[in-house]
């Protein structure tokens, strides 16, 4: 009878499963750190150190190819594309970590890149104060990245454990679970909230 009730007990919660989540996420802070740590020195970078002209052309090749994909959207369509490529840039970012967390790492030098070269380029244009603009844009959606990456890079770290099938296996659902609990919902709000703005004030 016990052993019943105990079954009965753990079946599925959501408000068990989304604590358990969270607390993840806590146990994983020092992986998130590092992303967040190495997203913030190369934005600084990207942002006052000048690009050769070659890389430029590129990022802004880079640039206009989104805006022409994004180019006479609605607003509904707006948001399903920035949710979709910001769920795939999430999940990849977290899933390729296994690879000794390498692929988070270069997601988080790449974006951060990028988002300090476009930060540079919107103050050169309309001042320091167009970044208080551009915050409420990304805020979620790093919020959602920085944990994505985070917990890949854990998750890259299994290799190094004593018992490796099993610290992979906890690494592994535990991230899944937080990507859908935690990540997923964080992903729909911003884009919500971008594809708001992007629409009504450009």
Do not use: C
């Not at 740590?37 to 190369?42: L, N």
């Not at 551009?134 to 917990?151: K, N, Q, R, Y």
């Not at 535990?174 to 911003?190: M, T, Y």
């Amino acid at each position: 009878i016990l052993a019943k009730m105990k079954k009965k007990k753990r079946g599925f919660s959501l408000k068990r499963e989304y604590k358990e989540s969270w607390n993840y996420i806590k146990e994983s802070r020092k992986f998130i750190y590092v992303i967040v740590g190495i997203f913030a020195v190369f934005a600084l970078i990207g942002f006052f150190v000048p690009f050769p002209a070659s890389v430029i052309e590129k990022l802004l090749e880079f640039i206009q190819d989104i805006l022409g994909k994004t180019q006479g959207m609605n607003q509904l369509e707006l948001t399903k594309f920035i949710f979709f490529n910001n769920l795939q840039s999430s999940f990849l970012g977290m899933i390729l970590g296994l690879v000794l967390g390498i692929f988070p790492i270069f997601v988080a030098v790449a974006n951060g890149l990028l988002l300090g070269f476009v930060a540079s380029i919107s103050v050169s244009q309309g001042g320091i104060f167009v970044l208080w603009r551009l915050l409420p844009h990304g805020i979620f959606e790093l919020l959602a990245v920085f944990i994505s990456l985070g917990l890949g890079l854990k998750l890259g770290t299994f290799i190094f454990q004593k018992n490796k099938f099993e610290s992979f296996r906890n690494y592994f659902w535990n991230s899944l679970k937080v990507f859908f609990f935690v990540v997923l919902p964080l992903l729909i709000l911003a884009a919500i909230i971008e594809g708001t703005l992007i629409h009504f004030f450009g």
